[in-house]
């Protein structure tokens, strides 16, 4: 059994990655502290955006980032509004990149 990060602890973590990069990131809506599962919206200001999410990689046995919704930035809200309607302990972090960067293929984010 490996030991997992709070999702509190990874946001925190993931926030200051993103600032370092010079990469701005908000929490749009915070989650369980502990167990809460994290959305990661990436805005690319001309209106798109790409929705990721955790998942299980049944290839490697971890866990990886997988695009949930992408499109329109509208459409890819109301998607976050449909897990957050599910999941009310979802965490939502927005990042504003124009390239679409949001760093979560970076060592120690996918895990």
Do not use: C, N
């Not at 915070?30 to 599962?37: E, K, L, P, S, Y």
């Not at 200001?45 to 990721?52: E, F, I, N, V």
């Amino acid at each position: 059994m490996s030991a997992r990060l709070t999702a509190d602890f990874w946001v925190r973590a993931y926030l200051a990655r993103l600032q370092m990069a010079h990469v701005p990131a908000y929490v749009m809506a915070r989650g369980d502290a502990t167990a809460g599962a994290v959305l990661v919206k990436v805005a690319t200001l001309d209106g798109q955006a790409r929705l990721y999410q955790r998942a299980f990689d049944p290839v490697s046995g971890g866990r990886a980032w997988v695009v949930l919704a992408e499109g329109d930035e509208a459409g890819v809200d109301a998607a976050i509004g449909r897990q957050r309607r599910m999941d009310p302990d979802l965490w939502v972090i927005e990042v504003e990149s124009r390239e679409g960067r949001a760093l979560l293929d970076e060592d120690g984010l996918s895990d």
